[in-house]
């Protein structure tokens, strides 16, 4: 099945009958070689110095790495592959400028690098399709939740460059806080290569992946906690005579601003905490009341929830 082009855009124009997708790299293990010209190019570039990346799955996180490599330029839209059982979500797709199809195994065929963003409980289904078309050449980054590298490793073939991600939804705005894991085949250059393409997205570190589930307590799932305080914070001035449209800005900025300040001054929270409180004043009489709701712990355990779930979408 072939795939279909992304939707037109302003002031571009094609060549009738002209094809505009690049052939798969042949990655090895000294880096991929142009066989035309017989030159070594980057790790995961094609013959033109582009990278292919593809997409099994095309929902929101799918999108979200999507969005944010493009807008950061590290990948050229018309050099994304995107696949779906149905349109619904590929239209977003096509609307960044993205190529799409609903033909999983096209995406191995067409890309070297390809993020497997389905469903935790669909992954398997989709790693038995798609397996015939991996190659040792593929670079295969896993974005399910829960799913480990073992599982990966023993339903793809022997010898398959694998990596485990976890994202969050911020991709979409480059602030996203990302943590990848490599499977037993996958080395410092492919690591480099995902490191490089991913932290276009916001901050993007290698962890062991005994992190990646906690990760997804910790931020993956961990940017709801966010919104429903910044919602709660906001509803709070609105109660007292705010208007509800400035009010969910100034929360917004002041999460912001707050987390900002964590990430550049280096503090401890809890020290940031304690600057903000003056004997006697507002701040504290404040705290108190959160600390009588058990904010603290309330968050706490929404973490082990979120973490624990994690495990148990792995164990299916």
């Known amino acids: 099945m072939t795939s279909h082009p992304a939707r037109p855009i302003a002031g571009r124009g094609a060549v009738p009958g002209a094809s505009t997708e690049p052939r798969p790299t042949r990655l090895s293990a000294g880096g991929p070689r142009d066989v035309t010209w017989g030159r070594r190019r980057?790790?995961?570039?094609?013959?033109?110095?582009?990278?292919?990346?593809?997409?099994?799955?095309?929902g929101r996180m799918a999108?979200?790495?999507?969005?944010?490599v493009v807008r950061a330029g590290k990948v050229k839209a018309a050099n994304i592959?995107?696949?779906?059982?149905?349109?619904?979500?590929?239209?977003?797709?096509?609307?960044?400028?993205?190529?799409t199809t609903h033909c999983n195994s096209e995406v191995l065929q067409r890309c070297t690098l390809v993020f497997?963003?389905?469903?935790?409980?669909?992954l398997p289904g989709v790693l038995q399709q798609i397996a015939p078309a991996v190659t040792r050449d593929h670079i295969i980054v896993s974005v399910a939740a829960g799913v480990t590298l073992q599982t990966l490793q023993q339903l793809l073939p022997a010898g398959t460059k694998v990596l485990r991600v976890m994202p969050n939804l911020p991709c979409v705005v480059q602030e996203g806080a990302v943590v990848f894991a490599r499977g037993s085949c996958a080395g410092e250059q492919e690591a480099a290569l995902l490191k490089s393409l991913l932290s276009a997205c916001g901050l993007c570190e290698e962890t062991p992946?005994?992190?990646?589930?906690?990760?997804?307590?910790?931020?993956?799932?961990?940017?709801?906690?966010?919104y429903l305080f910044a919602e709660a914070l906001a509803e709070?001035?609105?109660?007292?005579?705010?208007?509800?449209?400035?009010a969910n800005k100034i929360a917004a900025q002041t999460l912001l601003g707050a987390a900002k300040m964590i990430l550049e001054t280096g503090e401890h929270p809890a020290k940031l905490r304690s600057n903000v409180c003056t004997p006697g004043g507002t701040t504290i009489h404040a705290l108190h009341e959160l600390e009588k709701g058990a904010l603290r712990?309330?968050?706490?355990?929404?973490?082990?929830?979120?973490?624990?779930?994690?495990?148990?979408?792995?164990?299916r």
Do not use: W
């Not at 999108?63 to 944010?68: E, F, I, N, P, T």
């Not at 497997?116 to 669909?122: E, G, N, Q, R």
């Not at 709070?236 to 400035?246: N, R, Y």
């Open 81 to 99: 592959l995107a696949s779906a059982p149905s349109d619904r979500n590929l239209g977003a797709f096509q609307d960044l400028g993205c190529r």
């Open 236 to 246: 709070g001035a609105v109660k007292m005579g705010m208007p509800s449209a400035l």
């Open 116 to 122: 497997l963003a389905t469903k935790p409980h669909l």
């Open 297 to 315: 712990a309330t968050v706490m355990n929404a973490v082990e929830a979120a973490t624990t779930r994690a495990h148990e979408l792995g164990e």
């Open 63 to 68: 999108h979200g790495v999507a969005q944010g």
């Open 42 to 58: 980057r790790p995961g570039m094609e013959a033109r110095g582009e990278l292919r990346v593809g997409f099994v799955g095309a």
């Open 209 to 226: 992946e005994s992190y990646i589930d906690i990760h997804t307590g910790l931020s993956g799932s961990g940017v709801a906690y966010v």
